[in-house]
Every structure is written in C-alpha cells, then in structure tokens.
C-alpha cells in the first residue's frame, strides 16, 4: 500500500472573522491548548499585524504557525502545544510571544533549539500534529448514497461497517460485497433503507475469509434500489497491516489532549482509513465544542467521506463569518 504523500485541504482560522488568505499553503506548528477566563487574550498575523482578541472557547485549539504571535493580558494563561515540546504556558508578564518552526518565544526569551536544528529528522509525533486539521482524503463530495467504506479508502476486514446517506423514496435496499473479478463474497436483501447503517459479521467475516486465501484488493460495494445501482471501491489491510496499526496505535495511548486524537487521526490518515480518521476528528471535537477549529476539521472530514448528513449538523453551528475550505 503506498504511504499518503499528501492530504489535500488545510482548514485555516482568523479569530472574529475567518481569513482565507491566511497561511493557504503553510503547516501549522502547533495549536492554543487552552485559554483561561481570565486571560484577555490577543492574536497577531506578524509583528506589524492588528491585534484580535482570542475567545476561551471558539479559539482554543486554534492552529498556529511561524511568524504569529500571542499574548495574554489579565489574571489568567494561556497554554500553546508546539511540536512535541511540553507545553508552553504563557501569563502577562511574558508579552508577546512569537511561533517559530520549532518553538513559541516570548519577549526577552532566547531560543533553546540550536543551530542545526532545521536539519534535524522529524519525529512521529511531530508529523502527525503538524497533519492533524488537514482533511482526511480525496475532496469527494456526495458522488455516492454510500460514504462507508469511503470511496477509494482502506479498512479493517474485522471492522467493516457499511452506512450510507437518506436515499428519498427508497424502503428497503439490496447491498452485495464483490471481489475484484466481481464474484459476490456476501449479499444481503431487504435492508430497511431507513436504518442507514449496516453492520454484518457474516460480511467482515466474508473478507477474512478471502483474504487469508490469497485474494487481493480491491473490493466493491454495492447497494441496490429499484434496480438503480450505486457502487464503491475500497481495500482491506492484510494481517501484518492490521499488526503495524495496532502497534502505532499503542504508541498513541499515553499522549495527552489532542495530542491524543492528532496521533489516532494520523495513524489512520497515512493507510488512507479516512473513514476512522473521521471518527477521530469526531472524537478530537467532544474536547471543545465550541472550537472553531475543531468543528470545521470534523466537517471537512465528513464531506469529504461524503456524509451528508453529519456535515449539514455541523455547518449549522458554525459561528457566523466562518468560511469553509474549497
């Protein structure tokens, strides 16, 4: 299976207003953990930049890259994840703190990173908390009625949940899982179209069954109604795939905060699983509600698998002004 080289949207934020100019083509080096109540806090574009002020919900998490600053004024802190370094927490007396590729710095700090820092091997964890807010996958859109297994995506055999959006009119619906010579492994008819989700251990056990006889990816999904047939091809991790994702999944367990959602998420992302790297930025966004750039995260996510449904709830609580990725 060939490594993901790219994940294709980046979700940007402005604080009262969203800016779309802003950062297109750059990684962000981190995020604002927290902001307390307390905390008048400010955000700048660059040292020339207009302050705008930082809201305790909608901001936290917000995405940070080289060349911001932010401060806080007040009794309170504000709290910033750079890289994998520990966090940073921030208070008055620091003033501004400029984001650098490797590190926040405050007013009269210096830099602990030393000079050869910029040719130093990317950590795991580094890459992914810089791909976290970058959308999982293709832009896909509603091309299908069926968005799991997402178009072109890759999943667990054992895992295999099939949910697709409302189809108007349709009772009950056919579904049939196909080999890559179009040999049927499972069918089921007479689905209630109304229950949108499918889970059968017959058909997870109908993958396994052929992969461990040697048959290979990719495979088909198909859903039937009234004789209209609507299709989606996607591929299974073999056994030692499945053994590689368990182990780098482990290795996310200990991490703390998003952090612990950034490194799920990218170990998804990069088998292209984007449909579990969704549930992932589901997940990341029960941490704050409220955060802007969480929810326009999970949305990206869930457009792009093509769940109708789930994108329309969360564009409706939107704060106003926010504009969405292309």
Not at 9 to 36: N, R, S, Y
Not at 45 to 56: I, K, S, Y
Not at 306 to 324: D, F, H, M
Request: hydrophobic share 35%; proline share 4%.
């Amino acid at each position: 299976m060939k490594p993901l080289k790219s994940i294709v949207m980046v979700v940007l934020f402005a604080v009262a207003t969203w800016c779309p100019a802003a950062k297109a083509q750059d990684t962000h080096v981190g995020w604002i953990d927290k902001i307390e109540d307390s905390c008048d806090g400010s955000w700048r574009a660059d040292d020339n930049g207009h302050p705008q002020p930082l809201r305790a919900k909608t901001d936290r998490y917000r995405f940070l890259y080289p060349g911001e600053s932010v401060r806080c004024d007040g009794s309170g802190t504000i709290s910033l994840q750079i890289l994998d370094n520990k966090l940073k927490t921030i208070a008055k007396r620091d003033g501004w703190c400029k984001i650098h590729s490797e590190e926040a710095l405050c007013e009269k700090e210096k830099s602990s990173k030393s000079s050869d820092s910029a040719t130093t091997k990317q950590t795991p964890d580094e890459d992914a908390l810089k791909a976290f807010g970058r959308a999982g996958g293709r832009q896909r859109g509603f091309r299908s009625a069926i968005f799991s297994p997402a178009p072109e995506s890759v999943v667990r055999a054992d895992k295999l949940v099939v949910r697709w959006n409302e189809i108007p009119g349709a009772n009950r619906i056919s579904l049939r899982l196909s080999d890559k010579y179009h040999g049927t492994l499972w069918e089921q008819a007479g689905v209630e179209a109304g229950t949108k989700q499918r889970v059968s251990p017959e058909a997870r056990q109908a993958l396994i069954n052929y992969r461990n006889k040697g048959g290979a990816n990719p495979y088909s999904l198909v859903l039937t109604n009234g004789g209209i047939q609507q299709s989606v091809q996607f591929s299974i991790l073999s056994a030692d795939e499945e053994h590689a994702l368990d182990q780098e999944l482990a290795g996310c367990v200990n991490k703390r905060g998003l952090l612990l959602f950034a490194c799920r998420a990218y170990a998804f992302s990069h088998r292209e699983m984007w449909n579990d790297a969704a549930a992932e930025y589901e997940a990341a966004l029960e941490l704050e509600p409220a955060s802007r750039e969480l929810l326009v995260a999970a949305l990206t996510a869930e457009r792009n698998i093509g769940n109708a449904a789930r994108a329309s709830e969360l564009k409706a609580v939107l704060p106003a002004g926010t504009e969405l990725p292309e």
